[in-house]
């Protein structure tokens, strides 16, 4: 058994250098194997958390592009006009040059964005009135008559429970 490629390290210093001599060009910052490996990257790339080479805060911007096989960070140099420190923005679409990602999450994601996947209480209402309308009580039956349930119930208190 092999042992995995060891992932080559990134200097963030000369990637923002990079940067800051190509403002407003989007440039690759590096490889990551998880996405939320990018995803920390990211944020620290916007904020300039624990990353000084980055500073000041918000004078970066950092998308990520989803492969099959790992996650690749992309960020552009915005310059100091622009430096407004964003914590929980999810990132934005990845610049053109990106690699179309093939994960499952993207796919769905984009299907809830565009209105394909109702979630929470009232698209589960959605989804089960439409059901309903198209296949009658053939899917789950006639609902329960509570007038019914009561009259079994006390019948069976009044019997002490034996059939």
Known sequence: MS????????????????????????GEVGEYPGLKSAEDVVRRIRT??????????GS????????????LVFARYVGHTAAV??????????????????????RVLG???RGEVQAGPE????????????YGNAVWGPGPDPDAAWADALAGLSTGGAE
């Not at 420190?85 to 990602?101: G, K, M, N, Y």
């Open 3 to 26: 042992r995995p490629k060891k992932r080559r390290q990134i200097c963030h210093a000369e990637v923002a250098a990079r940067l800051r001599n190509q403002p407003d060009v989007w």
């Open 48 to 57: 300039a958390r624990q990353a000084p080479m980055y500073q000041p805060a």
């Open 60 to 71: 970066f911007e950092a998308r990520i592009a989803g492969t099959e096989l790992y996650t």
């Open 85 to 106: 420190q964003v914590l929980d923005e999810r990132p934005a679409t990845p610049p053109a040059t990106h690699i179309p990602s093939g994960r499952d999450c993207d």
């Open 111 to 113: 299907q809830i964005a």
């Open 123 to 134: 698209g589960a209402r959605r989804i089960a009135a439409r059901h309903q309308e198209a």
